[in-house]
C-alpha cells in the first residue's frame, strides 16, 4: 500500500484472506471432488477399491481359537495425545498472556492501524510500531472534548515538525467507552490524514503495547512537505524510498 488517498488501514489478519475465500467457495461446492484434480483421485481412489473387493471376494474368516490379531487404535491414542499436548502448550501461553502480557501482539489485532505516506515503503509502518524510531515528544489526549483534542493534536504536530521533530506520540485511547465509535482514535486518524498532513508525514502506526498499543498512534515526519505535484509523481511512479 502507499499513499494516503484510503486513509488509515485496518487490516491486520489479510494474509488469512485466501482462507476464508476458500472456505466459502467449499460453502458453495455440495461435492467435494468438483476439482479436475480430487475427481480424477476419486476415481482412482474408487478403481482400487473395487479391485480389492474382487480379489478378496473368495477369502473366508477364520473362526474359533485359531483366530489371531485385534483391534489397534493406535491413530486414536495418537489424535488424544497429540490433542492433550496441544491443548497443555495452548493453556501455558493464555496463562503467560494474562499474567505478564507475553505473546500478545497489537498488529495482528482488529483495532491496530496504519498509514503509509507516498512513495514509502511498507516496511517503515512496520518498524515504526516495532518502536524502532525515538519517540522524542508525546501528548496524552485522556479526558479532552473533541473540540479542544483537534486544537491540541493540531498545535503539537505543528510545533514538533517545526521543530524537526523525527517521531512522536500520540495517546487517544481506545474509545472503549464510547458509545458508537471511538471519538478521540478516529480524530487523530481524520486529522493525519488530510491533504495537509499526509504530505508531511512518511507514515502512522498503533504504538506498541508499553506505549499504549492500539490507544495511541505514532508518527513519523518527513524533513520537508511534498508538494501536490510530488506526491503525485510517487504515487504514479511507485516510488520508494
Not at 94 to 114: A, H, M, N, R, W
Not at 130 to 143: N, T
Not at 228 to 234: A, C, F, I, S
Request: aromatic content about 10%; overall charge positive.
Amino acid at each position: 500500500m502507499s499513499g494516503f488517498s484510503n486513509g488509515f488501514s485496518n487490516s491486520p489478519f489479510e494474509d488469512y484472506r485466501h482462507v476464508l475465500t476458500g472456505l466459502v467457495k467449499n460453502k458453495k461446492k455440495t461435492v467435494p471432488w468438483q476439482t479436475r484434480e480430487n475427481k480424477k483421485s476419486y476415481c482412482s481412489v474408487k478403481k482400487d477399491d473395487d479391485l480389492f473387493l474382487k480379489e478378496m471376494s473368495d477369502v473366508v474368516p477364520v473362526k474359533g481359537k485359531k483366530k489371531i490379531g485385534g483391534s489397534f487404535n493406535t491413530r486414536k491414542s495418537y489424535n488424544k495425545i497429540d490433542y492433550y499436548c496441544e491443548k497443555k502448550e495452548v493453556l501455558k501461553k493464555l496463562e503467560k498472556l494474562l499474567d505478564s502480557g507475553e505473546g500478545f501482539e497489537v498488529s495482528k489485532t482488529p483495532e491496530y492501524c496504519e498509514l503509509i505516506g507516498a512513495g514509502v515503503c511498507e516496511e517503515t509502518a512496520k518498524k515504526l510500531h516495532e518502536g524502532k524510531f525515538s519517540v522524542q515528544a508525546y501528548i496524552d489526549l485522556h479526558g479532552f472534548s473533541r473540540i479542544d483534542a483537534d486544537e491540541i493534536v493540531r498545535n503539537f504536530l505543528e510545533k514538533s515538525f517545526r521543530e524537526n521533530k523525527n517521531a512522536v506520540l500520540i495517546v487517544h485511547g481506545r474509545g472503549l467507552s464510547s458509545k458508537n465509535e471511538p471519538v478521540l482514535k478516529n480524530l487523530v486518524q481524520e486529522i493525519l490524514s488530510s491533504n495537509y498532513w499526509r504530505r508531511r508525514i512518511f507514515a502512522c502506526a498503533s504504538a506498541k503495547s508499553t506505549d499504549g498499543g492500539s490507544g495511541g498512534t505514532y508518527v513519523l515526519f518527513r524533513k520537508k512537505p511534498l508538494s501536490k505535484n510530488q506526491e503525485k509523481k510517487l504515487l504514479k511512479k511507485q516510488v520508494y524510498y
